[in-house]
């Protein structure tokens, strides 16, 4: 049931391992599938820290697939006010923001098995082509400048004429709202803002500005694909502050890991009372809603727990959406 207590001394157990190893004080933040990194959980890691307190160094045990790309560097910035010496435990996945969030570490701890990501964004948009389910397509703006890229190499050496790359232009833009575009190149550019504040956290902007910038354009560029896989090593050669876990860190990391992963989901049915909503969403007065809840997140230290809980309904094709969510310190 969402917000039990009862695996409570587990996970300060397990915590309190990592603590020990890397003499730190550990905050554990966790979203499995569901669940996206957003400032809807702001509030609840302030909280955290200050029941943590200023400390020599904090660590963030991270897992997620990414979110929110302004919440890193916000992430980032709240952590490095409560510590002299930020560090990021990866036990398995850290993408897209969650990677935004390690490169504002000064030290990326990893084992045989995680992965951080690219960080060119992906943007959903209302004037972007619709799915058949009515919602509009995510878009990347590296999906545009391969078209591009595309056309203009199958248009050979004597490439394109004027009128041949409006013609092009003005069928792109029939499938694609230039705000739309206007919109994804922003996502793009924002997403290199954000890696080069976050590096510049542990790093000269100046002095080191020709490193930023390369690593800023690696991440951003060169991987094709938004869900390439960055392992230890070739995050070192990035230039990332990445280092390897010792046997015994691996193993309490990943020890927790598993504990999130083994904690139940199943969806509990709730009903919300006509005139209200879910966590976020306006208020439905003409009648009460069966809706289910469960747990997609934690936030997590010895001083006290927090769960992310996500309302579902189901869609018209049968399958569940999130409704809404809402952090909850227990």
Not at 14 to 35: C, F, H, K, M
Not at 87 to 113: C, K, N, Q
Not at 115 to 141: A, F, M, N, Q
């Amino acid at each position: 049931m969402p917000g039990q207590q009862g695996d409570r001394p587990e996970v300060v157990d397990l915590i309190t391992a990592i603590e020990r190893l890397r003499q730190s004080r550990v905050i554990a933040y966790y979203l499995d599938g569901q669940a996206i990194m957003s400032d809807g959980a702001m509030p609840t890691l302030f909280s955290q820290l200050k029941a943590v307190g200023r400390q020599p160094r904090i660590d963030l045990f991270v897992h997620s697939r990414g979110g929110v790309t302004v919440t890193a560097w916000r992430i980032v910035q709240a952590i490095r006010s409560f510590c002299d010496h930020f560090g990021v435990l990866v036990p398995y996945r850290a993408h897209s923001a969650a990677t935004h969030v390690a490169m504002g570490a000064d030290e990326i701890v990893m084992g045989p098995f995680s992965e951080l990501g690219p960080v060119d964004p992906s943007r959903t948009h209302p004037l972007l082509p619709r799915g058949d389910d009515g919602k509009p397509v995510s878009v990347s703006v590296q999906d545009l400048k391969h078209a591009m890229e595309f056309i203009k190499r199958e248009a050979g050496k004597k490439g394109l004429s004027g009128p041949g790359f409006a013609t092009i232009v003005a069928a792109l833009f029939q499938q694609v709202h230039p705000l739309a575009v206007g919109a994804i190149e922003q996502s793009y550019e924002l997403a290199k803002l954000i890696t080069r504040k976050v590096l510049s956290t542990h790093m000269d902007p100046k002095a080191q500005k020709g490193d930023i910038e390369r690593i800023a354009n690696s991440l951003s560029d060169d991987f094709k694909e938004h869900t390439y896989q960055i392992g230890v090593q070739e995050a070192k050669r990035l230039g990332l502050k990445a280092q390897e876990a010792g046997d015994d860190l691996h193993d309490a990391i990943w020890a927790l890991l598993e504990y999130y992963q083994g904690l139940e989901r199943i969806p509990a049915p709730v009903q919300l009372p006509a005139g209200t909503g879910p966590p976020g969403q306006p208020p439905q007065p003409a009648q009460s809603q069966q809706l289910l809840v469960t747990r997609v997140g934690h936030l997590d230290s010895t001083a006290r727990r927090a769960d992310c809980q996500a309302f579902l309904r189901q869609a018209a094709d049968g399958s569940l959406e999130v409704a809404g969510d809402r952090w909850v310190l227990l």
